[in-house]
């Protein structure tokens, strides 16, 4: 099974910006979907961003305009850059499959937003 290894977390204020980065253990360009979720303490995962192998992008309505997310198939990586962050992006953020398979998950990428 493909898996994800997330890096780019880190403190950033409100209003700033972050870009995301997950490499595949295996190659993606015949994975259809590949999603970003983020799990906030206290809440169920939820999905951030997700790319077809095709470049075809689709973003739940809090994120539209603010995260873009990119993927490079030869390169086995998915990117997410999201600006103009809230207190309410923070959390760990995955890449995976959809649907997401989270006993595959591993470190994450951790993202504070916070003044």
């Known amino acids: 099974q493909v898996q994800f290894v997330e890096s780019g977390g880190g403190l950033v204020q409100p209003g700033g910006s972050l870009t995301l980065s997950c490499t595949a253990s295996?190659?993606?360009?015949?994975?259809?979907?590949i999603a970003w979720y983020r799990r906030a303490p206290g809440k169920q995962p939820e999905l951030v961003a997700r790319?077809?192998?095709?470049?075809?992008?689709y973003y739940p309505g809090p994120v539209v305009g603010r995260f873009t997310v990119s993927r490079d198939n030869a390169k086995k990586t998915v990117t997410l850059q999201m600006s103009r962050l809230r207190d309410e992006d923070t959390g760990k953020y995955y890449c995976?499959?959809?649907?997401?398979?989270?006993?595959?998950w591993g470190q994450g990428a951790q993202v504070t937003v916070s003044s």
């Open positions: 995976d499959l959809v649907p997401a398979r989270d006993e595959y």
């Open positions: 295996k190659k993606i360009a015949n994975i259809f979907f």
């Open positions: 790319i077809t192998n095709d470049g075809v992008t």
